[in-house]
């Protein structure tokens, strides 16, 4: 965070000065887990249902902190607030707005926001200190947090932006207005939420009527519901993907026997040969929308070509890949799951499985609504259509994903249920042969347990 009293913060925040001058400095960063509070920090302190973090407010300042943000006075130096949500999001855009060289760039979509973002943070990076860390740190919280970590030594500010509603992500865009927004895809995720694609339409697009006249909205030519959103914004609108009318396009895409794909980038009269380092066919899209931000920027054609040959997997459990000594390889997809990124995961095992056995632990795909048991058993039918050999699903609750795969003609793999974890893991590991390829993915239902038993032990201790 920029240099700030506290007097300025509790004007920008409403609250009130305590136990301090109110020309005490915070020098360090704002942080809300009171483990991570370092010299001259800001501690913002929540009260959770099972912990009060203001319990926490004098070891904070014990250890090097200024000061506390919190809703009553803990005898610590520091500003009491009315509400610290909301005080968070007065702090982020003070912060945003005495930084005037900073560029930010908003991105949403159903699926592959986290990832798309590491890969915009790599390519930005290049061109200045930029900011995107690692998670989807992308809600109420989260997002405030992440703005209030740029300084005046940083030039790009990548924020993931999700939304559970209508409005969700205008309110996002009122605590740090990007300059560049991008739209991934709309798919099936959150529609217990949002009722229909089209409503998650209407809230994702919030991003792009919020961009300035001078700004740049990312669009995927090859999404309608998002290349649709095109008249919803007053920026310059450049379209990505594979269709004939992308600015950012790709041409001749092939994925090899590793699910790693390659293809041509166009834009403009320039091209150049780009040979992804990460897994999966979806990854093409993922890389054009990071390649149009970068090039929006400054970025040459030929230095996009080369960086996004270097990009990489910086947030966890989101198709990280590993062979194990016997050959097996372990695709970590498990940090969440809805139908679209499922089927993403589900081709990535078919093209990095070709002439080996496959395996697909599948868990339960939460947030789907009334779509639920649809959602699921097209994710089996998908499964057994791309001829995946065991089919391992994960819970009661996700049991319609073996219904669709049963109900799938001429199929002649397995589909078990397995009551939890760990019963997966047995039958996972019962009959593994060395050679294998395993897909791991659920909704946050520890699925990743699954992975975690078939990780070498030396990676384990």
Known sequence: MIRMTL???????????????????????????????GPGGLFVAFEGEKVDGHKFA?????????????????????????????????????????????????????????????????????????????????????????VSQATTETRFLVLEMGARGIGHIRYLTEIARPAVGVVLNIGAAHLG????????????????????????????????LVAGMAPRTSARVVLTGESPEAAVRATDVSVNLQGRASYVLHYGEKSGRVELAVAGRHQVANTLSAAAVALSLGMSVEDVAEALGEVGIVSGRRMDVFTRPDGVTVIDDSYNANPSSTTAA?????????????????????????????????VGRVA??????????????????????????????EAVLAADQAAAIEIVKGDLRDGDVVLVKGSRYRTWDVVDSLRPEEETR
């Open 58 to 146: 004098a070891a904070t300042v014990e250890a090097g902190a200024a000061a506390v943000l919190s809703t009553r006075d803990t005898g610590q130096p520091g500003v009491v607030v009315a509400e610290p949500l909301a005080a968070l999001a007065a702090l982020a855009t003070a912060v945003v707005g005495r930084l005037d060289k900073l560029t930010i760039v908003g991105l949403t979509g159903s699926s592959g926001k986290t990832t798309t973002k590491d890969y915009i943070g790599q390519l930005l990076s290049r061109l200045g200190p930029t900011i995107a860390p690692a998670g989807s740190l992308n809600n109420e919280l989260g997002f405030p947090y992440t």
């Open 193 to 224: 939420e949002f009722g229909s694609v089209e409503g998650t339409a209407q809230a994702k697009g919030e991003l792009v009527e919020a961009l300035p006249a001078d700004g740049v909205a990312v669009l995927n030519a090859d999404d309608p």
């Open 346 to 378: 589900l081709q990535a095992l078919a093209a990095m499985g070709e002439g080996r056995r496959t395996t697909a632990v599948l868990g339960y795909m939460a947030e789907l609504g009334p779509h639920e048991r649809s959602g699921h058993e097209e």
């Open 384 to 413: 057994a259509e791309l001829g995946v050999d065991r089919l391992i699903v994960v819970a009661p609750e996700a049991a319609p994903i073996v219904d669709g795969a049963q109900a799938v003609g001429g199929w002649t793999g």
């Open 7 to 37: 007097a300025e913060i509790a004007e920008r925040t409403g609250g009130r000065v305590v136990n301090a001058s109110p020309e005490l400095e915070v020098t360090g960063g704002v942080e809300y887990d009171s483990r991570k509070v």
